[in-house]
């Protein structure tokens, strides 16, 4: 298994780009199944959770092509099969996002049920009530969700809760069903404005997209179609991060700033100078200890919980006592226990996070637990010292691309032992 050894760095400073995003590239993937034209994309990202989705797709029959290093053309008419299997789902849960198109375009879908994860339960009953609403018979057996439908009807949906690949699933389904679909209490992130422009490019009529209302009228059929995914704002936030957690001064280029409002938000009362120009965010602590902020996670456009866990590694060595409230997963605070064990101030109350800020965090060897806490800990690892050993980075492959090329590229000393990706 991958291990990183990070050794203990002055402040981060250089340029990087922006990879496409991984949570717009994996429902677009999937929109390819509501078709019979190709679907050819670029900008996306070279990640596993890619690959999975590529192997998800290609056992399903779909024609998959690799035409360049982050270009991807899909075909879905030799369709063979509408199963996905437990052994790829239980590796990816976005694999849920075939669900939708399946049911839309084929009439059935057999897909293995995600189950939990090391971030929390994470149920999809609103993906299958929105499914049921549109006519869809609905039976869960063996650990998976058959569904069935002749033809989808349109229908108003009401999430009671803000889902992200739930919204999505539903938009692509309704693209194909019968009359007008109603999504309320829509999640509003932009990757899923990314899929609707992409779905749009693909024939479909979409509008409200980027509001808690989206209206899909539905369409009898898609039609070939391309679309450059939109660059990751969770991996530009990563970087950001990591340069005011070192006191550094680092540029991402190839990214929007629109979409981190939140985030830029508390790397300027962490004490960054903050600038941005259309496609690039500059973070510069001028050689300043940040100051500890406060976090509290929310559906977009509010705070995102996939850049929580490395604001908190940020705090650990801040000035002052930072305040974080997760409260969009149950259980997102594991690294938290391994930011402990090198050296850092926490104290774990439900859903909260206290940290004091230390003066001083000293390597021990840790373990990454999910995507994230494997960023934060790469950022924390990079503020101790010493040489850092962090195992189990499987789960940073899942969703950052060539990391350790790139944090290089901005003075890290970070090094991969084992297999390379
Ligand atoms: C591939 C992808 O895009 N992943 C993102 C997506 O995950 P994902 O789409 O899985 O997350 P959701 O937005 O669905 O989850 C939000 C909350 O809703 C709950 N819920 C969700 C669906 C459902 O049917 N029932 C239910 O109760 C979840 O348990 C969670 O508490 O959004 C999350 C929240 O921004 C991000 O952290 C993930 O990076
Ligand atoms: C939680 C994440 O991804 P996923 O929903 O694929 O687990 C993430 O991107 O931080």
Redesign the pocket.
């Known amino acids: 298994m991958d291990k990183f050894i990070v050794g203990g760095n002055g402040p981060l400073t250089g340029e990087v780009a922006s990879s496409g995003a991984k949570?717009a590239a994996?429902p677009i993937l999937c929109a390819a199944l509501l078709s019979d034209a190709p679907l050819h994309l670029s900008n996306v990202p070279k990640l596993w959770d890619i690959n999975t989705t590529k192997k998800l797709l290609s056992q399903m029959g779909v024609k998959v092509e690799q035409t360049g290093e982050h270009e991807i053309s899909l075909d879905a008419k030799p369709i063979t099969t509408h199963i996905a299997p437990y052994e790829l789902v239980r590796t990816m849960?976005?694999s849920i996002l075939v669900l939708g198109p399946l049911v839309a375009a084929r009439g059935e879908a057999h897909v293995s049920l995600p189950g939990g994860c090391a971030i929390?339960?994470?149920?999809?009953?609103?993906?299958l009530m929105g499914l049921k609403a549109m006519g869809a018979e609905i039976t869960l057996e063996g650990g998976f969700v058959h569904a069935k439908a002749a033809k989808l009807k349109g229908a108003r949906i009401v999430f009671d809760?803000?889902?992200?690949?739930?919204t999505e699933n539903l938009m692509m389904a309704a693209t194909l069903a019968d009359g007008e679909t109603v999504l309320e209490n829509a999640?509003r992130?932009p990757?899923v404005v990314d899929l609707a422009k992409c779905l749009r490019a693909m024939g479909a009529k979409i509008e409200g997209e980027g509001t808690t209302t989206i209206r899909i009228q539905g369409v009898k059929a898609l039609h070939e179609a391309s679309h450059a995914v939109l660059p990751d704002r969770i991996e530009t936030g990563t970087f950001l991060v990591a340069g005011a957690a070192t006191r550094g001064k680092v540029r991402v280029t190839r990214t929007d700033p629109a979409m981190l409002d939140a985030v830029l938000v508390k790397l300027q009362q962490a004490g960054a100078l903050v600038r941005t120009g259309t496609d690039f965010i500059e973070v510069d602590m001028q050689g300043r200890r940040p100051q500890a902020v406060n976090i509290h996670t929310m559906?977009h456009p509010g705070f995102?919980?996939?850049m929580q866990a490395q604001f908190m590694a940020m705090n650990c060595l801040a000035e002052g006592v930072g305040v974080v409230k997760e409260t969009?997963?149950e259980n997102r605070f594991m690294h938290a226990q391994e930011l402990i064990r090198l050296g850092a101030e926490i104290r774990i109350d439900g859903h909260t996070a206290i940290t004091t800020g230390k003066d001083r965090l000293a390597a021990a060897p840790i373990m990454a637990t999910d995507l994230r806490a494997s960023a934060a800990l790469v950022i924390a690892a990079m503020m101790a010292e010493g040489e850092t050993v962090i195992d189990r980075v499987y789960h940073m492959d899942r969703g950052y691309e060539d990391i350790e090329g790139k944090f290089s590229a901005l003075g890290a000393k970070i090094k991969r032992v084992g297999r390379q990706f």
Do not use: K, S
């Not at 929390?120 to 993906?127: K, S, T």
């Not at 809760?161 to 739930?166: A, K, L, P, R, S």
């Open positions: 949570n994996l849960r976005a929390g339960a994470r149920p999809v009953d609103l993906h809760t803000v889902t992200v690949t739930g999640a992130e990757e559906p995102p919980t996939d969009i997963f």
